[in-house]
């Protein structure tokens, strides 16, 4: 159905199966258990990354060409949450990342020019060509033949908005932010008996129902024509666990009647855990939206380094 990033979690999986392997069956059992009931990829693992994350991780940003503007809400409270937040340092020696801060109507030449600037002025960029760099576009970066801005698209991290054009996001290297929420009811509610309720609404269309459809209890069916690869957290939640996709031209009633009700409510359980990470918070609190966009870029700080093209 959706693709999820593999290559993100290999130390909570590879502990997961230690723990399986070593461990007595009933041991194991309660593994399982706990594996199946959790919404994360890693859940031996989240709780201890995430407070490391907080205790050390440092983004250095670099000073923008001129006041910034923004086009979405949501890249406004992004911006304005790293700004004052703990991660940020004065000390670029001491960072793990370093933040490209540009408005949404820089010009691809203007935009070329800043990291020309940020090339020539500081060693960081070259010392990885710029894979240790994240920059936030809703927009996205297009395709130009300009080096910077190549470099910038290939290997810089992107934070874009969800749902973000095919062609301007990579996976497994890229970010979507959460819409921020807003109390509305999505494009359909299906009953199928009972209580089992589920929140249909079309992916590419309006997507800022899906936290607070979670938060309420509803089950939530995004209906795509293809793979989903950019939801917000990925590398984190288990998405195929507590959101069912399905393909445009699918009828709802019939799919969505074969489920039950425990294969209902453990999606609507999971849904509503983890609702928390789409709330924008100001400021922000522990596991909310911002946090854990800042977590996943924690994870990322461990970037592949390139040699340097002269």
Known sequence: MFLLRKNLHVPGLFLFLLLLSSSSSS???IAKAQYKSSPYLSPTTVILNYN?????????????NKPLNFAAKVESMFY??????????????EAHLFFVPFSQDTSTRSLARVITRIRSEHPYWNRTLGADHFYLSCGGIPRVSDRNLVELKKNAIQISCFPTRRDMFVPHKDLTLPAVS????????????GEREFCVGEYGKDVSWIGEAMRLGCVVVVVTEGAVNDMPFMDVLRWREMVVFLRKGEEVKRVLGESDGEWHERRRGLGVVVSKHFVWNHPPLPFDAFN????????????????NVQ
């Open 27 to 29: 041991s194991v059992s």
């Open 52 to 64: 490391k994350m907080v205790n050390n991780f440092k983004v250095f940003m670099y000073k923008p």
């Open 80 to 93: 304005s949450s790293l700004q004052n937040s703990t991660y940020i340092t004065q000390d670029p020696e």
């Open 182 to 193: 807003i109390p509305h009811a999505p494009a359909r509610r299906v009953r199928m008996g």
């Open 292 to 307: 854990t966009i800042m977590y996943q870029l924690w994870l990322r700080r461990y970037t592949i380094r390139y040699a």
